[in-house]
T-cell receptor, first 114, second 114 residues
């Protein structure tokens, strides 16, 4: 069985500050890891994913996440946040080769203050 | 990217009635669609996997007769909540998998049962 834990339910930060949203997973087999973002009143959107290869993955809007197998983590970071980054962020995992059955974390609400 | 549309986005119904939610892939064919449920301040929980032309596969604890899923075409899956009760009030989200395995999510449908 696989599970995902997002350690922070809410993260308030000021604009232009750095942010880290934490995600830890458990799985008995190899994993694929994802971060999804849900802006207010919108659906889920894929932010970035790790499938294989380089353990550091980046999104087009400045977020990055690093797959750390020894610590079973996939934390999401951004060096300088904007007001527009305010949203709920979900970490998700697919274990083994069952592509499609995502297990989601509880979500982290990122609020960026001016 | 590909677009998945859900309808209706919000629905309010009386206890005992049935409600149908549609999930459409607008610009790609999806042989597999997934239905998730999100309770307030909780994570998304996979309810069932919907395969075109065959019966849906339900996750443990999800009532098949309560949540009817039909995937009659490569672009449409429907979720019918039968004899809805207030405890069925929730946010329902679908996702569709395209030909290369990428997942795209709908905007979600908020069901309120009075």
């Amino acid at each position: 069985a696989q599970s995902v834990t997002q350690l922070d339910s809410q993260v308030p930060v000021f604009e232009e500050a750095p942010v880290e949203l934490r995600c830890n997973y458990s799985s008995s087999v190899s994993v694929y890891l994802f971060w999804y973002v849900q802006y207010p009143n919108q659906g889920l959107q894929l932010l970035l994913k790790y499938l294989s290869g380089s353990t550091l993955v980046e999104s087009i809007n400045g977020f990055e996440a690093e797959f750390n197998k020894s610590q079973t983590s996939f934390h999401l970071r951004k060096p300088s946040v904007h007001i527009s980054d305010t949203a709920e962020y979900f970490c998700a995992v697919i274990g083994g080769t069952s592509y499609g059955k995502l297990t989601f974390g509880q979500g982290t609400i990122l609020t960026v203050h001016p | 990217g590909a677009v998945v549309s859900q309808h209706p986005s919000r629905v309010i119904c009386k206890s005992g009635t049935s409600v149908k939610i549609e999930c459409r892939s607008l610009d790609f064919q999806a042989t597999t669609m997934f239905w998730y449920r999100q309770f307030p301040k909780q994570s998304l929980m996979l309810m069932a996997t919907s395969n075109e032309g065959s019966k849906a596969t339900y996750e443990q604890g999800v009532e098949k007769d309560k949540f009817l899923i039909n995937h009659a075409s490569l672009t449409l899956s429907t979720l019918t909540v039968t004899s809805a009760h207030p405890e069925d009030s929730s946010f329902y989200i679908c996702s569709a998998r395209d030909g290369v395995g990428e997942l795209f999510f709908g905007e979600g449908s908020r069901l309120t049962v009075l």
